[in-house]
């Protein structure tokens, strides 16, 4: 659907019908062959590489699809909806950059890759035409498939191996019926209630289910069978009955499983892993040792809350079979006051006794950043401070019973951002903290006031001082991938503004002072793949990072591109790209990000290609929202409209935007930025707002990091809504969004109302619609037509404009 309202309008752009595509130059950029996808071995000695499937075809979109419980659903595959892979599989050697190709039908494609631990074998999850499929191979290249088997993959990981690293746990399909059929009639009204429950956020889900109907869908369809084969013999032992497993995981030891299953009646308030569940343990052959929680539904869970009970069950990854969880202590509640929000429990088996208190923790633990170290009993283990944004990483002996804070952090502060913890597998195939002696290996982005400069730190568990082994130079992009082998080789990606991307075997020398000064360590690197550029028309654009200030002071920064062929002191046509974010303090606020040596590639209907077009273009412009995080929202607009002054300041001053053309461009959040920029200023010729929500009060539990509702926070919400002041834009607007945006904060019906808003106060506007679309645009028709739209908006009214 396009729709468009006159006022100035081009007619040429109202004339046109059906599916339209950009220049022949655009496409072979948006359709030039892409860099693999890359799996590392554990170990290092053997990567997997894939080339992306990317853009399908809007018939594949247009095909049946089912809405369940947060999941679109492909129903001839069992799996998401739009889901790809890659195809072309080979295994390529870190030793000397020898390729082994897979043999693998041609038509299908490598969605997931599971190595066992000593790196040697994997498991393939295949994307077939009517199912996905598991296919198993050595780096020897042999490959074969398990024939007769589909994969169920929508809860969880269908295949892992187990402790052993000989057998295989699969989620598959069982042996089942017809697809439930819909009633001829519906069999009632639509019914939704609520009992005094407290408020849930804005962003829990949509997709979910609604009649009784989608009910024995969402069973038939989740419902998996959990089965260990040896692919050696082809034995398959069947484990218990079929049920929607959302969790099934072996002890370390292999002696017991830990299952979760989803339990009715199935809600229609909530997403399916809300829904009620039983964790049990079980044994190899499925007999119920014990019961470890079984929990209601969680259709009540506060804003930005957890639910109550225990969450994140899992294995200790150095203990033979202990389970560790996590349980809140102040109802799920974050604004509760409590002295602490969360306790760390333990049971071992035989689990028959009372799960024991092991920590309990001041702020809200996040169990995904939490390992363990190989030896000993250590535990780190990560809080996060709500109010201040603030992480603190502490580390627990867990047998012992002591603690100590190890280290904290700003969550936003890019510059002090001390990095991730790196990982190394067990024999058994638990992953535990990399270390070398009482130090754990950390990799981080390395973020500078003149871009990211990734680095490799040791980090000692005693003394909390580190050691820099090393830092990308200036004028390269590089990170380490996986340690090669040993301590002392590292899988290496190096790429700059003007090398495409490729992995090199990198060998640590001495400790040396690098040129900048800094110490850090000689590297001899030894190629091992040799990607060309698919594009070399970009190398002529232009890039750099450029600093300026805020009226009121705050740093802030942009990455100015420049066309090919731009002559120095030219202004020229400029698109500004942002996303605004929240921050708690000046400080990093205006912290730069990115860097202006990676490689350039462009995907999807991304606004850079308006270089090929002659324009500039201002992107990652900084656009910070300061302030208390409960009440940051209440300068939204007037803070926005600082930042984006000052970034077209900026870029006047250098000579390089012409001030009379200008556009701005947003998605999602970056929308509602696009929209208010034009209600509130005259900074933009014209505007292009993708799948943005342009009321708030739409949304009236919250939105992005805003925590009060819409009856605490009424005018604020107002406020930034551009809908409420669709009267005071005169400058054209362009508004895109998918038909069908599964996004819970930008629903499709969010941009139809704020262009009859603009259009009936007498704005010149344009909506279109995206057949079966998300929040993201992903079939080929589509993105075509998106950057043929974008073109022409800003042709007409910033290029052309004088």
């Not at 998106?786 to 800003?794: A, C, G, S, T």
């Amino acid at each position: 659907m396009t729709a468009a309202s006159a006022g100035a309008f081009d007619d040429s752009l109202t004339s046109t019908t059906g599916w339209q595509s950009p220049s022949k130059e655009v496409l072979e950029v948006l359709h030039a062959p892409q860099l693999p996808y890359v799996w590392t071995a554990p170990g290092g000695e053997y990567l997997l590489l894939a080339d992306p499937v990317l853009y399908p075809p809007l018939a594949e979109l247009a095909a049946p699809m089912h809405k369940l419980a947060g999941i679109r659903l492909n129903p001839a595959l069992n799996d998401y909806h739009g889901r790809h892979g890659g195809t072309s599989p080979r295994l390529v050697r870190v030793e000397n950059g020898a390729m082994t190709p897979l043999d693998l039908p041609g038509e299908v494609e490598i969605l997931e890759v599971k190595w066992t631990a000593d790196g040697q074998r994997f498991a393939l999850s295949v994307r077939h035409s009517d199912h996905i499929g598991l296919w198993v191979g050595s780096v020897a290249g042999d490959v074969v498939e398990l024939e007769g088997l589909a994969l169920n993959p929508l809860l969880g990981t269908a295949v892992s191996w187990l402790p052993d690293q000989h057998r295989l746990l699969i989620r598959r399909i069982p042996a089942r019926g017809p697809v439930p059929e819909p009633p001829a009639i519906p069999v009632g009204p639509g019914i939704v209630e609520g009992a005094g429950a407290s408020s849930r956020s804005t962003y829990e889900a949509r997709n979910l289910l609604e009649t009784a109907h989608d009910d024995a869908l969402f069973e038939y369809y989740a419902t998996s069978e959990l089965v260990i084969i040896d692919p050696a013999t082809g034995q398959v032992n069947i484990i218990g009955a079929p049920a929607p497993y959302a969790r099934a995981k072996f002890s370390p030891s292999g002696e017991y499983l830990l299952i979760k299953r989803l339990v009715g009646p199935w809600s229609h308030e909530v997403a399916w892993w809300r829904f009620a569940s039983v964790t049990e343990v079980w044994t190899e052959k499925g007999d119920r040792v014990a019961t470890i929680a079984a929990l209601p539904v969680a259709d009540a869970v506060p804003a930005h809350g957890v639910p109550l009970g225990p969450r994140s069950v899992t294995w200790r990854a150095t203990a033979p079979h202990t389970l560790f969880w996590v349980e809140a202590l102040d109802g799920g509640d974050p604004v509760a006051e409590v002295p602490h929000r969360d306790r760390l429990m333990r049971l071992e088996a035989p689990f028959t006794a009372e799960p024991e208190v092991v920590f309990k923790a001041e702020h809200r633990i996040q169990p995904q950043r939490c390992g363990w170290t190989a030896e000993g009993s250590t535990l780190m283990l990560t809080q996060h401070e709500r109010i201040r944004r603030w992480r603190y990483v502490w580390l627990l002996d867990v047998d012992k019973g002591t603690s100590r804070l190890w280290f904290d952090l700003n969550e936003g502060d890019r510059y002090g951002d001390p990095g991730h913890p790196l990982f190394r597998t067990l024999p058994n195939g638990r992953r535990v903290l990399r270390q070398r002696g009482e130090a754990v290996y950390f990799s981080g982005s390395g973020a500078t006031d003149e871009g990211d400069r990734p680095f490799l730190d040791l980090r000692h568990l005693v003394t909390g001082e580190t050691e820099r082994l090393f830092r990308c130079a200036p004028d390269r992009y590089e990170y380490v991938v996986a340690f090669a082998g040993d301590e002392n080789r590292v899988i290496l990606r190096s790429e700059s503004a003007i090398d495409v991307p490729n992995y090199y075997l990198a060998t640590f020398g001495e400790a040396i002072e690098s040129a900048a000064g800094e110490a850090t360590h000689a590297l001899t690197r030894q190629p091992i793949t040799q990607f060309k550029d698919p594009t070399p028309q970009l190398r002529a654009i232009e890039k750099r990072i450029v600093r300026y200030e805020r009226s009121d002071g705050i740093p802030l920064s942009f990455h100015l591109y420049l066309p090919p062929g731009h002559q120095a002191g030219t202004p020229l046509p400029t698109v500004l790209y942002a996303y605004p974010m929240e921050y708690s303090g000046a400080a990093i606020a205006g912290q730069v990000r990115g860097s202006a040596q990676r490689f350039m590639r462009l995907y999807g209907a991304s606004h850079l290609y308006f270089l090929l077009q002659g324009y500039a273009v201002l992107d990652q412009t900084a656009m910070p929202i300061l302030g208390d995080p409960e009440t940051a929202y209440d300068t939204f607009v007037p803070q926005l409209v600082a930042d984006a002054e000052a970034a077209v300041a900026k870029a006047v001053e250098m000579g390089v935007a012409d001030p009379e053309r200008i556009g701005v461009i947003g998605h999602s959040h970056g929308g509602l930025m696009v929209a208010n920029l034009l209600a509130h200023t005259d900074l933009f010729r014209a505007g292009i707002a993708r799948s943005g929500s342009y009321n708030k009060t739409n949304q009236p539990f919250g939105f992005q990091a805003e925590r009060r509702s819409l009856f605490e926070a009424r005018d604020a919400y107002v406020q930034l809504s551009p809908t409420f002041f669709a009267d005071q834009i005169n400058q054209p607007v362009l508004i895109i969004h998918g038909d069908d945006d599964s996004n819970p904060g930008t629903p499709t019906f969010q941009s139809q109302v704020f262009y009859e808003a603009v259009r009936g106060s007498g704005g010149t506007t344009r909506l279109v619609l995206l057949p079966f679309e998300d929040h993201g645009y992903r079939a080929k028709e589509s993105i075509e037509h998106v950057l043929w739209e974008q073109f022409r908006w800003f042709d007409s009214y910033v290029m052309g404009h004088s």
